[in-house]
């Protein structure tokens, strides 16, 4: 653990073994040494944990803050609702994440996470909550963004709360409006592509056993891993690695799995993915935007098959998803990358 996460955590252990000290009317260090005060911070973990809401808000929060460092724009990024606050007009919400881009311009960002049931199911946030958030952002004079991960499309987008439609109390807003409106092209994001299919072979270790008995049963031991698309094969180890993400974490859904055999001899396998449709003349298709695939990194990493295993991975901001240079060109894996950016208000002239 970094030095800083571990300050993080003392403080915050801290400020939770005062706050308990305080309700049982003791000197803190009295308190901690009684059974009523592991009592008492036992349940309030068990509480926290038992809520699937705030276990996975608090999962998709995280989550945010590892995908946009990971799209390479952003410069800074800190939870802005954490440590004192003091607020003397008592209308202030403080959002969850200060961000300054490496442009130079900051925004606050408040984070959702939505389940929804069918794409005709509307993220909802109420107006009292919203203004206070917006209270927040006048008052620090730093423009207020609402980003919702969209759990069944593992979506994520960026929205101006004034493109949010009013009805009653509640603001409203569908995916297929949030997609429209999405400003997450401005942290980095892009939707990419490459050439059909890609292939991760294991090639047979040739000097151990490989044949194939009579039962179809065949000992086989990993000499060599490539990777392929397209049919050629990725020698460069900043495509290899751009490769092995599009292959583990994109959304291609068609997945075989072939051996290759000669002479009764195993000599291959492979693990080839492709869309299920693939578009005549096209030249390529689009694996997810990188959002996506560092959100199913970041899933992968804090889950198992009965639910969140953790709110954060041990791993690195660093070590997810790959920053692909801007002039990257490719040698063999070739890329196509597009930047979505968010429409305009009708009758607004969009900036040329």
Known sequence: MHPRDISDLNASLLRLADQIAREMGLPIKH???????????????RRQTDSSIRLYGFRAQHMFAYVIAALGEVAVITEEDQGIFFDSSGLLTRPDFRIQTKKGSQILVEVKNFRASSIDDCFVIGEKYLERLANYSSTVGIPLKIAV?????????LIDPSRL????RKFRLSIMEAMKINEMGLLGDVHVGTEVPLVMRLHADLTKPRSID????APFTIGRVTLHVGGKEITNQLEIKIAALLIFFGKWGDVKTPVAVSGGLVDHFDFIVQPEIISEGQGFELV???SQIVSNQYLYSTSEKEGVTSLAPKSDVKEFGVLIPDSYQGQVLKLWRFQQMPNTFEGEESES
């Open 288 to 290: 997810g935007s990188m």
């Open 214 to 217: 009579l039962h179809g049963l």
């Open 31 to 45: 308190a901690v040494n009684r059974a009523d005060f592991s009592a008492r911070l036992s349940e309030l973990v």
């Open 165 to 168: 439609s009013l009805e009653g």
């Open 149 to 157: 991960y969209w759990v069944g499309w593992n979506c994520w987008t």
